[in-house]
């Protein structure tokens, strides 16, 4: 993993978990994703940042990549989404598991002609679909095929190759590309579908004889030949490949338009009905066999036809060693030219005729008049196929075809079984035999990963991309969380095969234990928390109420006393903050009744403002 990648870890959009790196490209980066929303692994490929400054290629990415993901076929890489999130624009597509075309011509070298029609007819398909719905690939070449375990075959970045081709030259790092363009491409002339079928051809000429049809020290050179250059015919490199598989390959690679497919469609149907009858001939005067040319394009011909031979000039007689012949010796030299043509081709006559009769001899009255010499079968199970191809007794006769699977039990690169069998007799003869070798590819193996204190249900996902079984136990555990696996049998690093499982524990939480709730009501504070820790319960939020109990004391519990609770459980309580306090009542003041003096009279009115005299008790005033 790049722990040094600034998306590992990112999470786009709030969906996908970028986890690792997988691949980078000409204008992206891919890297593996868990999509949280579906549960499942994808391929993300981000485009780099030199591009995505680029606001008017930043709108051409995303809708060349709507566009593709209307595409739905089982050989083309499903695009899932395209979006863009903090400055990130990107693209989800399936994660596919398998090898491209190219690692696998690589580690193959030369294809079968069988296996190499398996993929064409698929990618053919491909293109049927993609050309149907107005989408061009632009950049077929085996990087961008993937074969999948089964032997299926997934064409990916459909549509993509015109964003990058605006954005390239040919330089050293599109060399890998250039190989593969069409002649169109290679002029800067617009092009339609017959470029894809082009690049086919080509993948077709490398598949059926192990090398590309023009190399170059750059990428420049490498498509002027593209251009004006003419390849060897793949029997010239491999005679074992069949007529017709060479024509439609040569066919499908013309750098004439007009004499290429022109759809898709006609590739696939040649391919189908050679598969039906590879005897089938498909000559039509496109490719001159006696002569191992193919036909150049009409522009060319017509520049070599402007160009007159030295031979051709005109009103100049022939010269002899003496200067120019007289009409007399002319005559002579032009008669015995013809005596000599003529007994030379009688000669040659009587060397056919010859040769005929040999030939037939051989092939056929030698075989009615002789026993055909027989050879039994060598026993090549367990022998190292680098072995047999490298002894001339095996590859003198037998003409060895070889295919891979995997095995727990035979060696890699050990022939794992053969057909025909052992000791089987076949006839001996220049035309060498065929014999299919399955040989091993060794045991996949694969490295556990640590899976302990990470969610069950993400630790099974991983054992299933891996292949690998599984097998759970669930335990209570104190320490782990609900849902997580606590751990895991065998340890992680621990290098196992294909189909061994594992064995995991998963914890489903802590033990549930209860308690009887106690009575509180009545207690003192300090008397119900001592009655709530011995029943393994918890004091939760204390409040003091106004109450007719003493200060202190409990006067509600939030569960009943007698109560199965649950321990840990926290309990409310409320506790009195004693009687409240009352203010004495307001009394009302009372008039007290006022004692008149007895034989006193009232005051008299006031009167001028004067007080009146006072009388004594004999009525004088004094």
């Known amino acids: 993993m790049e722990t040094n990648d600034k998306y590992i870890g990112k999470m786009l959009d709030n969906r996908y978990e970028i986890l690792e790196r997988i691949g980078v490209g000409g204008m992206a980066v891919v890297y593996k994703a868990l999509c949280h929303r579906l549960n499942r692994y994808v391929a993300v490929k981000i485009l780099k940042d030199d591009y995505a400054v680029d606001e008017d290629f930043r709108r051409r990415f995303h809708t060349e990549a709507q566009a593709v993901a209307m595409l739905s076929h089982p050989n083309i890489v499903t695009v899932y989404d395209v979006s863009r999130t903090q400055d990130i624009n990107y693209i989800v597509m399936e994660l596919i598991e398998g090898v491209t075309l190219k690692q696998y011509m690589q580690k193959r070298v030369q294809l079968s002609w ?32 993937m074969i999948l375990k089964d032997g299926s075959v997934k064409v990916a970045d459909f549509g993509i190759a015109r964003l990058s081709s605006t954005k390239n030259t040919l330089t050293q790092q599109t060399l890998g590309s250039v190989h593969y363009i069409s002649p169109e491409q290679a002029k800067g002339s617009s092009i339609d579908a017959r470029t894809d079928i082009y690049s086919l051809g080509v993948v077709m000429y490398e598949m059926l004889t192990g090398r590309l049809p023009f190399e170059g020290e750059n990428a420049v050179s490498v498509a002027i030949q593209h251009i004006s250059s003419i390849p060897l015919m793949p029997r010239e490199i491999n005679p074992d490949i069949p007529v017709g598989m060479e024509v439609i390959t040569m066919k499908a690679m013309n750098p004439d338009l007009e004499k290429r497919y022109q759809f898709a469609e006609q590739l ?35 520049e070599q036809r402007q160009t007159p031979p030295e031979t051709a000039v005109r009103g100049v007689r022939p010269v002899s060693r003496r200067g120019e012949l007289t009409r007399e010796e002319y005559r002579e030299s032009s008669g015995r030219a013809r005596r000599v043509s003529i007994l030379s081709g009688m000669f040659l006559v009587i060397i056919f005729i010859l040769g005929i009769f040999l030939y037939l001899w051989h092939y056929w009255f030698d ?58 007799n076949v006839i001996k003869s220049e035309k060498k035999a065929d014999i299919k070798l399955t040989v091993s590819s060794g045991t996949t193996v694969i490295v556990l990963p640590e899976l302990t204190n990470t969610d069950y249900r993400d630790a099974i996902i991983k054992l299933n991309n891996s292949n690998l079984k599984h097998e759970e136990s669930f335990v209570k555990s104190e320490d782990v969380v609900e849902g997580y696996v606590i751990s895991m049998i065998p340890a992680a690093g621990t290098e196992l095969k294909a189909g061994d ?13 209860y ?48 109560a199965s609770v649950q321990e840990k459980t926290k309990i409310n309580l409320i506790i009195s903050s004693g009687p409240a306090e009352t203010e004495p009542p307001v009394e009302e003041p009372v008039e007290e009744p006022v004692e008149e003096p007895v034989g006193e009279e009232p005051p008299a009115e006031e009167s001028g403002g004067e007080e009146p005299p006072v009388g004594n008790e004999d009525g004088s005033v004094g």
């Open 367 to 424: 075989d009615m008049f002789s026993e055909p010499e027989t050879m039994a079968v060598p026993n090549f199970v367990g022998v190292k196929l680098d072995d047999i191809l490298a002894n001339p007794a095996y590859t003198d006769y037998f003409n060895v075809i070889p295919a891979y699977e995997s095995s727990e039990t035979v060696a890699e690169g050990c022939v794992i079984s053969q057909n025909p069998a052992a000791n089987r």
């Open 515 to 562: 308690a009887t709730m106690p009575q509180l009501v009545g207690d003192p504070i300090r008397t119900a928390q001592a009655k709530l820790e011995g029943s393994n319960l918890v004091v939760g939020n204390v409040t003091e109420q106004p109450d007719d109990a003493p200060a202190g004391t409990v006067t509600w519990q939030s569960m009943t006393a007698g």
């Open 501 to 513: 499982t594992v064995y995991l524990e998963i914890s489903t939480g802590p033990e549930i234990k």
């Open 114 to 145: 069988k296996e190499a029609l398996h993929f064409s007819m698929q990618i053919s398909k491909a293109l049927i679909h993609a050309h149907s719905r107005g989408i061009i690939h632009r950049d077929i070449k085996p990087h961008n095929i």
């Open 268 to 302: 696939y149907e040649d391919l189908e009905t050679f598969r039906k009858n590879p005897d089938v001939d498909f000559s039509d005067g496109d490719l001159d066999f006696q002569s191992g040319e193919r036909s150049l394009p009409e522009q060319t011909r017509q």
